[in-house]
């Protein structure tokens, strides 16, 4: 499942367990049109992808979404479109391709920058 949002998604806790209960709950990503700074690093950090569209408003409940990370957009089956998501920073794509901070550190005994 994949949460679609507004602006400024997440703001209201630095903790890392706001993140980390939508991942248990079975949510694989998030796109908003903007995230709170702070989850935006924790949801990256334990490899919940979350991603910035600024095309969020044009996604109906319902509608079936596919990301691909490597494109850097969101493509809506439903209607046929592809909306573009704010580049990833390599390293942070990295992360997420790992599974996470910690799953990166395990696998290459480093951080990535």
């Known amino acids: 499942d994949i949460i ?5 998604f997440g703001c209201g806790s630095s903790r890392e367990q706001a993140p980390l209960v939508l991942k248990h709950l079975g949510i694989g990503a998030v796109i908003a049109e903007s995230f709170a700074r702070i989850f935006y ?8 992808p979350a ?4 095309d969020v408003n044009r996604v ?3 509608d079936i979404l ?10 809506n089956l439903t209607k046929g479109e592809v909306y573009r998501v704010k580049p990833i920073p390599p390293a942070l794509l990295e ?6 901070l ?12």
Not at 4 to 8: P, R, T
Not at 51 to 54: A, F, G, S, T
Not at 66 to 75: F, H, N, P, R
Not at 95 to 100: A, C, D, K, Q, S
């Open 51 to 54: 991603l910035e569209c600024k």
């Open 4 to 8: 679609v949002a507004g602006k400024n």
């Open 66 to 75: 596919e990301i691909d990370l490597a494109e850097g957009c969101v493509k």
């Open 102 to 113: 910690v799953n990166y550190v395990k696998k290459y005994g480093r951080l990535p920058w």
């Open 41 to 48: 690093r924790n949801s990256m950090n334990i490899g919940l």
């Open 60 to 62: 109906s409940d319902g």
């Open 95 to 100: 992360i997420l391709v790992n599974g996470g």
